[in-house]
């Protein structure tokens, strides 16, 4: 008999999910495919390219939303089966009501594990395959930013002349192993800089051990060795690692098998350590906003209330949402330990749950 209960709370709370995820895929697709179309407005595309991306960015928006879709999913199951009273039969089945919410919790927190082993990495690479395509049809072809195996390609206007900046990788705040190429109208090259490794902190780029070679009409050479050398661009280590590092675009296999690797490409341990931790507190999660509604449903002893519970839940999960945008920000600004900022709203959550959960399994 408990089999068949247990079956009936799990069923019952993956039908929940699956209804829930329906409701926000349709959301999403009415919003992310304006925000494609107004991206290809003054290109010549018909709808079917913004449609395609809508495909390939909606999975990994919704992955993002799933700890506030499993708390809604489960406060409309424990909201029904309040109202059906079959709560109360639960209870002569011998479920207490802490029992029925780890049921549920733990079905979260499985739910969680299979999308960060089974999921996440086919999300991952649609959001690669959606970078991919943005970045072709990037408006302003003047100013491109690209990573490869092959290194950091730069391309950017100097003046009249066009500047294309080849780099080994990005290492803290400096490039290495650095060419710039300068290049006229006629896409001829006119200077060639080669540097150990340049400082780029600010828009005005230090060059350490330069050698330049400057290019005449008849292709002679000049040379030229300089220990400071200086030019202006519209990037910084800061726009450059925004442009290029998606980290939406490392799947957490990627992460837990070739952390060094993708730091050598240029991620910084810190940013790769809190994506890492990001992705580890997400059964966590799961698992906590199950308890969360719980507490907002099973611990009131009044008849349901509809409005009210769906007035709730919209306010938990704004709460939550700039709870976690807000330790997030404190940890990027070093007022906090950056691993700790991951953690915070969880540990946050798990206080309050812990009160709530004593007085619910009393009643």
Known sequence: MNNLVNKYLINNFLKTVGNVVLIFICIGIILNLFGEIEFFKNLDEDLT???????????????????FIIFISAMWLFTTIKSNKELITLKVFGYSNLKIILIVSITAFVLGFLILILINPITSAMIKSYEQIKANYSRDVDH??????????????DGKNLRIIKAKKISGNYINNVSIYFLNNENNIIKRIESEKADIRE????????????????????????DDYKITSI???????????????????????????IHDKGYSKESLYTKLNMMLSLP???????????????????????????FISIITCVLIYYLKDLSIALGKSNRIPLMLSVWMPIIAISLFCSAGILQINEK
Do not use: C, H
């Open 49 to 67: 390219l913004p449609m395609y991306l809508t495909f390939l960015s909606l999975p990994n928006l919704i992955i993002q939303l799933f700890p």
């Open 144 to 157: 491109l930013v690209t990573i490869n195996k092959n290194g950091l390609w730069i391309k950017e206007k």
């Open 203 to 226: 828009n005005l780029w230090v060059f350490e051990k330069t050698t330049i070679f400057n290019l005449d009409n008849e292709n002679n050479i000049e040379r030229l060795d300089v």
């Open 235 to 261: 990037y910084n280590v800061e726009k450059l690692t925004s442009l290029y590092k998606n980290l939406d675009t490392l799947s957490f296999i990627e992460l837990i098998t070739e952390f060094e690797k």
């Open 284 to 310: 966590i999660f799961l698992f906590l906003m199950v308890f969360l509604a719980s507490i907002f449903v099973v611990g009131s002893i009044n008849k349901p209330q509809n409005a009210k519970y769906i």
